[in-house]
């Protein structure tokens, strides 16, 4: 076993090697960009390198660097993660070069399975069922052409080198063919550097069923069973389990030997995934391998019982595989949910921005959580948006959808968007409930997982009312008190401000703006709600925020949080954002007329499609803004001309700021 690694990433994967690393006794050499300098990952490794300005061009994808900081320290091996240098094969060879252990696949096996047209290829000639479809060099238009219509309309059409859902174009007609592979083909170009394609007969309604597999150096490979990762938006996961529910044993069989057969396939060694689309009629089709660790690994550790990263450092240390195929069982059910700072209102749009209170249920052994960002951190929009994992385990699925229902209830965010209750609208479902899961469905839920805003309930509004009461008799008390300086609740001492004059509190839910008149009354106040008159009182409980409260004689216990603007207050597993009036407040809403487009949030332009003075027609592509390793384009609202362009391709931008200046039609 190594003595000393460097994890070359950030975040919770990078937490996560660290602890197994430390488990085993191995010492960890932590990397870091200037904005992670604070970072958990940092303060978990036993030291720590700054490696470069924020951007990942700068710093984790910096390999060179990385490299000479390993080297440095005395490292002997490097754990990529993923993301970032995993799957970059000149990285992984460039680390064996110097003699450096790469935790991964060697190089030539990175490569070959890096592009999807050569894994195609391969996987055919070894027996591997693929996805029907077109998979050559040749991309002449007319030759595409005649292949999708052997295919079969609908087509899909993949990026080669693509990655994390992008590149990806679902072409229902010829109609749509030319233009769709010529805009797959840009967008490829900008993102991964290549823009070669293939095509795909687009599958109906599939589940994505993919095989963890492990092998080592001696020719040997196992394969850990699967996960069902059909829970997807954009065509990337966000819940995924194992195992697959419904699987029958033989398919289970069948589909654990292919993802052998092809790793012996590309002579792999360490940790990988075999992903396959499953269709209705339960025929399975290889369409990628993943060769790196995934991020939905800890549900397979959930129900085998085994560390996967604890694996992947024996296999690199030159081990055989600790255990062989017969010695690999399951127990139960896991669930993971990824919890990721964006918004599902808004076609899950990433956000960023300080997390103002943050809080995981903790202490079951059940349940784990993933997580590289602490409260008061900053979601950067330089890297991916994923908060944390939630991981849970249960004796069957049902225990295990529970036990996700509870945790994702248990879980509050302040800050920037969430998916939380997404995620747990999701968990309710009661589709989510019967497994009638597959890759289309939070298209077709879409309206039961986002639903319309709805009011406030009024015992929300009194525990938002009680707070701005407790907090303004506070700071007429102005005591200082230790502890969280800014909840009303650390005045634990007997002794109140008591007024019994009346006075009055204004939150706005939404649009609406509401009133209520308060008067004291002991310990507590009589608040006029909508629906009458109700003594109110609370008492604070163990964590920041907590309250035991009594609302009218209802006892609940809730959690209200000062945040900037308002409050949040979470009551049965919802969360409510309320604002607060301020006197100082002036309209902030963008002025849309008023003739520039701005950004949605700050990214990197990739591409500038028009010039200052082009005549557009509305919807029109005009910028592509890079952020959070997704792409938006920013269209034209209306017909008109671009005044003048005030950003070029590779230019970082923050939210807000005119990219355009843009005069309508009239
Ligand atoms: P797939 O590539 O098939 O979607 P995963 O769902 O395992 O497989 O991973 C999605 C991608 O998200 C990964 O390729 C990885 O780049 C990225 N990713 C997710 N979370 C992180 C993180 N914390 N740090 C770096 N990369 C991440
Ligand atoms: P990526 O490298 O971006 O992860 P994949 O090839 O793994 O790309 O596909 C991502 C997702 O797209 C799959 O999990 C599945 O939901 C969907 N998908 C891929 N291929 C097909 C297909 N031929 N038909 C229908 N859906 C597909
Ligand atoms: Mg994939």
């Not at 690393?21 to 970072?39: H, K, M, W």
């Not at 990628?288 to 129900?303: D, G, K, S, W, Y």
């Not at 008159?533 to 209802?554: F, H, K, M, N, Q």
């Not at 001309?641 to 700021?657: I, P, Q, S």
Request: hydrophobic fraction near 40%; glycine fraction near 10%.
């Amino acid at each position: 076993m190594f003595d000393k690694i460097l994890i070359a990433n950030r975040g919770e994967i990078a937490c996560r090697v660290i602890r197994t690393a430390r488990r085993l006794g191995v010492r960890t050499t932590a990397v870091y960009s200037e904005a992670d300098a604070d970072s958990p990952h940092v303060r978990a490794a036993n030291e720590a390198y700054p490696i470069g300005p924020a951007p990942a061009a700068d710093s984790y994808l910096r390999g060179d660097l990385i490299i000479e900081v390993a080297r440095q320290v005395g490292a002997q091996a490097i754990h990529p993660g993923y993301g970032f240098l995993s799957e970059n094969a000149d990285f992984a060879q460039a680390c064996r070069d110097i003699g450096l252990v790469f935790i991964g696949p060697p190089a030539p096996a990175i490569r070959a399975m890096g592009s999807k047209t050569e894994a195609k290829q391969l996987m055919e000639q070894a027996g591997v069922p693929v996805v029907p479809g077109y998979h050559q060099d040749n991309l002449d238009l007319k030759v595409i052409t005649t292949k999708a219509r052997i295919i079969g309309y609908p087509v899909l059409i993949k990026a080669s080198a693509g990655g994390g859902g992008r590149g990806m174009r679902v072409v229902a007609s010829e109609l749509d063919l030319a233009e769709s592979i010529a805009s797959a083909r840009r967008e490829a170009q900008a993102a991964f550097g290549d823009d070669h394609i293939l095509l795909e007969k687009f599958i109906a309604r599939p589940r994505h069923i993919e095989v963890q597999i492990f092998a080592d150096g001696h020719g040997h490979v196992v394969h850990m069973f699967e996960r069902d990762c059909s829970i997807q938006r954009r065509h990337q996961k966000i819940i995924e389990e194992a195992p697959a529910p419904g699987l029958t044993e033989d398919l289970r069989q069948v589909m654990g030997a292919t993802a052998v057969a092809a790793a012996h396939a590309v002579g792999y060694v360490g940790a990988g995934t075999v992903e396959f689309i499953l269709d209705r009629d339960d025929n399975y089709y290889f369409i990628e391998m993943n060769t790196r660790l995934q991020v939905e690994h800890p549900v397979t550790e959930a129900i085998t019982g085994r560390d996967l990263v604890e694996w992947q450092l024996r296999i690199a240390a030159g081990e055989p595989l600790p255990r062989d195929q017969e010695q690999l069982t399951m127990e139960g059910h896991a669930i993971e949910a990824r919890i990721y700072a964006e918004d599902p209102s808004r076609d899950f749009l990433p956000s960023s921005g300080r997390l103002d209170h943050l809080r995981f249920p903790t202490g079951r052994p059940e349940l784990r959580v993933e997580t590289g960002v602490g409260l008061g951190d900053t979601v950067s929009p330089h890297y991916d948006p994923m908060i944390a994992k939630l991981v849970v385990w249960g004796v069957d699925r049902d225990a295990a959808v529970r036990g996700l229902r509870r945790a994702l209830a248990e879980t509050q965010i302040a800050g920037p968007a969430t998916n939380r209750a997404f995620l747990a609208a999701v968990a309710g479902h009661p589709s989510f409930a019967a497994a009638d899961c597959d890759t289309g469905f939070i298209d077709r839920h879409f309206d039961d997982l986002v639903p319309a805003p709805r009011p406030a309930p009024e015992l929300v509004v009194a525990l938002a009312a009680l707070h701005l009461l407790e907090s303004r008799k506070r700071q007429a008390a102005n005591t200082a008190q230790p502890g969280d300086p800014y909840s009303p609740w650390s005045l634990t001492g007997g002794w109140r401000l008591s007024d019994n004059s009346g006075e009055t509190v204004t939150v706005i839910d939404g649009n609406t703006e509401i009133t209520v008149p308060a008067r004291g009354d002991g310990d507590g106040y009589l608040l006029t709600l909508p629906d009458g008159e109700t003594r109110v009182s609370a008492r604070a409980g163990a964590e920041p925020g907590d309250l035991a409260a009594d609302l009218g004689g209802i006892r609940v216990a809730a959690t209200v949080i000062g945040v900037e603007g308002g409050l949040m207050v979470w009551l049965h597993g919802t969360g409510y954002h309320l604002r607060v009036p301020d006197p100082e407040a002036h309209s902030t809403v963008t002025d849309s007329a008023g003739g520039h487009l701005t950004a949605p949030m700050p990214g990197r332009i990739v591409q500038v499609l028009v010039e200052d003075g082009a005549e557009v027609t509305r919807g029109a592509a005009l910028i592509v803004l890079e952020a959070m390793k997704m792409e938006h384009t920013i269209a034209a609202p209306d017909a008109g001309t671009v005044v003048k362009v005030n950003y070029a391709v590779d230019e970082w931008v923050e939210e807000g700021v005119t990219l355009l200046d843009f005069t309508p039609r009239a």
